[in-house]
């Protein structure tokens, strides 16, 4: 019985770290929780012994070892001031306002996809993406007799998706530097981005949300609770967000979308200049801090004249909010670190043995992420917590898989990761992006969690199908693309709720 305790002894961290979570709702003290739990089984009862362990062994080499990891803190950073300076400028409400400037014989449709494609467009920052777009729209939707739960499920539901699959945004130095913590005991040379950018059709949770948006705004499909939503009463004395030029908004954005893949280009090492070796190339972290400081300054100087003395003081608040999502990220870190530390990987192979194969480790990962995200309401806690753990899992799984199977298992894991955290930011009623879309679109968050859930759990059972097909054999892109046909059939298919 004793042998079973001490083999148990790796799960003890991320028990610990979902525990808490469970209880307290707060991602960030769960996990550096986890860590100091980590740093007491590795150095013993001694405290002092323990905490040189978590700071000189774990996780000051993760912050300043790494060029990785300091760009991701610097990058995320400064989209988080770039995201800010965005929403308070007015852009794009002149944008959403020009859109509604022609009648058209469904304007309630107009308004909705111009919300959808707006969100899409704010492709920065899933919680600017949903302030943004809530203040902007909500003075629209009410006189269009929208209901604000219908806003609400539009806004939230693209919001941490395109977040979280593009590849500029205060997501993806986060992502990247997980990836490449996670798989530092691998045996082949790690490219994040590239990895990054395979994993995308190996996430169909976040594209088959994507693609159900537009398909529910085109049929009007209201289900569940969704029926029952109705439109608030006009308020003729609300104050209309602020409008500006809309190029106040899209300058910006089109520097920070052209410098980025440019310096990433030109920052390459070696003779032979390719995308390819540009995206592995050890100058693609300095290429990012760059990128982001040009487009902030590019960000502040389209702010309004009349308010600019305010744009600092935005600039650090976009900054200081995602302070939180940062010390998430240093905590995943340093868990992985410990995890490696404490053979955790290998204890869950020897756990699950031959019980299940490798090609389902996807669908499995899919299905915990969900679980976990939904139950604790975070997004990057969940894939903080789930990633160190999943790609040292598929590593010791495909130790005899030929190279280009193992690349793609990995590949298909990094997407459930991130598909299954962003289940949770949907419907949880514990996740910061279902509260703020809620509030910023004027209705409750119980109301939201309970309109939108049926939409998530739509995408989420395709997600589970399409990873099951990939289990089966199935490329990752065929699989996602079978299942947003059938997707798009069954809608479709569906009559036109009447308005």
């Known amino acids: 019985m004793l042998h079973s305790r001490v083999d148990l002894i790796p799960l003890i961290p991320p028990i610990v770290a979902l525990a808490l979570i469970l209880i307290t709702r707060q991602a960030a003290l769960s996990l550096f929780s986890a860590t100091v739990a980590g740093a007491f089984l590795l150095a013993g009862p001694s405290p002092v012994l323990a905490m040189r362990c978590l700071f000189e062994d774990h996780l000051f080499p993760k912050i300043g070892a790494s060029n990785w990891n300091l760009s991701a803190i610097i990058f995320t950073f400064t989209l988080g001031a770039f995201a800010t300076l965005l929403e308070k400028g007015g852009g794009f409400t002149t944008i959403l306002n020009r859109l509604l400037a022609n009648k058209s014989q469904d304007p309630k449709k107009k308004l909705l996809f111009g919300v959808y494609g707006l969100g899409l467009l704010c492709f920065f920052d899933g919680l600017a993406n949903a302030v943004l777009l809530g203040r902007v729209a909500r003075p629209l939707t009410d006189s269009l007799r929208i209901s604000?739960?219908?806003?609400?499920?539009?806004?939230?539901?693209?919001?941490?998706?395109?977040?979280?699959?593009?590849?500029?945004?205060?997501?993806?130095?986060?992502?990247?530097?997980?990836?490449?913590?996670?798989?530092?005991?691998?045996?082949?040379?790690?490219?994040?981005?590239?990895?990054?950018?395979?994993?995308?059709?190996?996430?169909?949770?976040?594209?088959?949300?994507?693609?159900?948006?537009?398909?529910?705004?085109?049929?009007?499909?209201?289900?569940?609770?969704?029926?029952?939503?109705?439109?608030?009463?006009?308020?003729?004395?609300?104050?209309?967000?602020?409008?500006?030029?809309?190029?106040?908004?899209?300058?910006?954005?089109?520097?920070?979308?052209?410098?980025?893949?440019?310096?990433?280009?030109?920052?390459?090492?070696?003779?032979?200049?390719?995308?390819?070796?540009?995206?592995i190339s050890d100058g693609v972290p300095y290429a990012m801090v760059a990128a982001g400081f040009v487009a902030l300054t590019a960000a502040y100087l389209c702010f309004p004249k009349s308010k600019r003395t305010e744009a600092p003081q935005h600039m650090l608040d976009g900054a200081a909010s995602l302070f939180p999502a940062l010390i998430i990220l240093i905590c995943a870190w340093t868990l992985g670190s410990m995890f490696k530390s404490l053979g955790t990987a290998d204890l869950l192979k020897t756990m699950l043995g031959d019980q299940i194969s490798p090609m389902s480790v996807p669908l499995v990962i899919f299905l915990i992420g969900a679980v976990m995200s939904f139950m604790t309401g975070t997004s990057w806690g969940t894939f903080g917590l789930l990633m160190p753990m999943a790609l040292p899992l598929v590593l010791k799984f495909g130790i005899d898989l030929p190279e280009d199977e193992l690349m793609s298992l990995i590949s298909m894991t990094i997407g459930a990761v991130f598909g299954g955290a962003v289940f949770g930011d949907h419907c949880s009623p514990f996740s910061d992006t279902t509260i703020v879309s809620a509030l910023a679109s004027g209705c409750s968050p119980t109301s939201h969690v309970a309109t939108q859930l049926p939409y998530a759990l739509i995408a989420a059972t395709g997600a589970t199908i399409s990873y099951a097909l990939m289990w089966f054999g199935l490329p990752a892109w065929l699989s996602t693309a079978i299942l947003a046909a059938a997707l798009a059939a069954i809608v479709l298919s569906r009559k036109t709720t009447s308005s």
């Open 148 to 279: 604000r739960q219908f806003l609400a499920y539009v806004i939230d539901s693209t919001s941490a998706t395109v977040a979280c699959v593009a590849f500029i945004s205060t997501w993806i130095a986060a992502q990247l530097s997980v990836i490449k913590e996670s798989l530092e005991t691998a045996s082949f040379d790690v490219n994040p981005a590239a990895l990054f950018f395979h994993s995308i059709p190996a996430n169909p949770y976040c594209l088959l949300s994507l693609i159900l948006i537009p398909l529910v705004i085109f049929k009007a499909w209201e289900i569940g609770p969704m029926k029952n939503a109705q439109p608030v009463p006009l308020d003729e004395q609300a104050k209309k967000p602020e409008a500006n030029s809309p190029w106040l908004a899209l300058l910006p954005l089109i520097v920070l979308v052209t410098t980025l893949p440019t310096f990433i280009y030109f920052w390459q090492d070696g003779d032979t200049w390719s995308w390819q070796n540009a995206f």
